[in-house]
């Protein structure tokens, strides 16, 4: 698997750069090697999250059959 050195924040289906740049490190547990930089999430950014979810389940996943 690989990843990358930096994560955004995953909305309406891309990666989207943090607006102020907050990040925080994640960890192997078993060797404390750092995995990757993850961008901190903001209320401006969790709103606009939550706005591209609701449109995705009226257009996309409501519409789905359940098989």
Not at 17 to 24: A, F, I, L, R
Request: aromatic share 8%.
């Amino acid at each position: 698997m690989h990843l990358q050195s930096s994560y955004g924040l995953f909305i309406g289906g891309a990666f989207v750069e943090p607006v102020d740049g907050d990040s925080y490190r994640t960890e192997n547990p078993a060797t404390e090697e750092v995995l990757a930089e993850i961008c901190r999430r903001r209320p401006s950014r969790r709103r606009s999250a939550v706005e591209v979810a609701g449109r995705a389940q009226k257009t996309v996943w409501g519409p789905m059959a359940g098989a």
